[in-house]
C-alpha cells in the first residue's frame, strides 16, 4: 500500500532529459547576482522556474554560507528571482540587457535555430 501511494507521488514529476538543450532564443535580459551583497540566503532559489540559480562552489570564498550564481547558459531572463531578491531580501540579484551583459563579461549567449 505505501508503495502504491509512493508511487503515485512522484507520477507528477517529469524525467529528466538524456541530454541537456540550449535555449531556443536569446533572452533580452540576463540575470546576475552581486556576490558583495548576497547573504546567500537562497530565498530566489526555488522561485527559478529553469531551476538556474545555484550556491557558489565550496572553496571560492573562504565563509560559511557562500552566495548564489546564475548558470547563464540556462537563464531565461524572467526577471522573478529579482524581484523576489529586492522584495524579501537584500536586492542582490539585478537584469541586465543582454547585449551589455555580453559585452560587460565577454560571454556570448547562444541560440538554436528555430
Known amino acids: ?49 529553469v531551476d538556474c540559480i545555484s550556491t557558489v562552489a565550496g572553496g571560492k570564498y573562504d565563509i560559511p554560507i557562500p552566495p548564489v550564481q546564475i548558470r547563464f547558459n540556462e537563464c531565461i531572463g524572467c526577471q522573478i528571482c529579482a524581484r523576489v531578491c529586492t522584495q524579501l531580501t537584500w536586492d542582490a540579484i539585478r537584469m541586465l540587457p543582454i547585449a551589455e551583459f555580453e559585452k560587460t563579461y565577454q560571454i556570448t549567449i547562444g541560440q538554436t535555430a528555430g
Open 1 to 49: 500500500m505505501a508503495k502504491r501511494r509512493r508511487a503515485e507521488f512522484y507520477r507528477s514529476i517529469p524525467e529528466l532529459p538524456k541530454a541537456m538543450q540550449t535555449k531556443k532564443r536569446k533572452p533580452k535580459l540576463m540575470a546576475v547576482v552581486d556576490e558583495d551583497n548576497c547573504t546567500g540566503c537562497q530565498v530566489c532559489v526555488p522561485f527559478c522556474p
